[in-house]
């Protein structure tokens, strides 16, 4: 559990924690790898979440699980890529968070995850939480707990023997 101090500054922030969907680069589950490649080469991030026509998320797409593909017995075969679409490689078994939601569960799938996607009830894709979001918090609430709360150890102003 975390404490309420901590908890209610982080609070403070948890709106800039998400970075919203415009701002992220995504493809479609029906587009075609090679174009996939292209955005994944062009943007420079690990993953990218893929979606559907609707907005829906229904992924994350690595640059690995493009070049799986692309692997044969005579070597790397680019030209392959534009027969396979997305859904068809794409990790489907990912943690998602959906708003509005619980920091502390954020908290402990971040330690496994560089960021999560966050989609509404309706699994709309709303953004992503990273890592990095998350710390520039922690780091706020280092700079201002003692400004916001009298901080004192447990056993302050307990004489040894008590």
């Known amino acids: 559990m975390i404490a ?3 908890e209610d500054l982080l609070a403070s922030k948890q ?3 998400i970075i919203s969907a415009d701002k992220v680069a995504n493809v479609l589950d029906e587009n075609y790898l090679d174009h996939a490649l292209l955005v994944l080469t062009k943007v420079r991030y690990a993953k990218i979440p893929v979606l559907d026509k609707d907005q829906h998320f229904k992924g994350l797409l690595s640059l690995a699980m493009i070049t799986e593909k692309m692997l044969g017995l005579e070597g790397i ?3 392959v890529l534009n027969q396979h679409q997305v859904k068809e490689v794409m990790q489907t078994e990912v943690p998602i968070v959906t708003v509005p939601f619980d920091l502390e569960n954020v908290l402990h799938l971040l330690v ?3 960021f999560l996607v966050v989609v509404d009830q ?3 894709f709303k953004g992503i939480i990273t ?3 998350i710390m520039k ?3 706020y609430v ?3 707990l003692e400004q916001e709360y009298e901080l004192f150890p447990k056993n302050y102003g307990k004489a040894e023997n008590d």
């Open 4 to 6: 309420q101090a901590i």
């Open 15 to 17: 709106t800039d924690f």
């Open 77 to 79: 075969d680019p030209s």
């Open 112 to 114: 496994d995850q560089a």
């Open 122 to 124: 309706n699994e709309i």
């Open 131 to 133: 890592r990095r979001e």
């Open 137 to 139: 918090g922690v780091n």
């Open 142 to 144: 280092a700079h201002k």
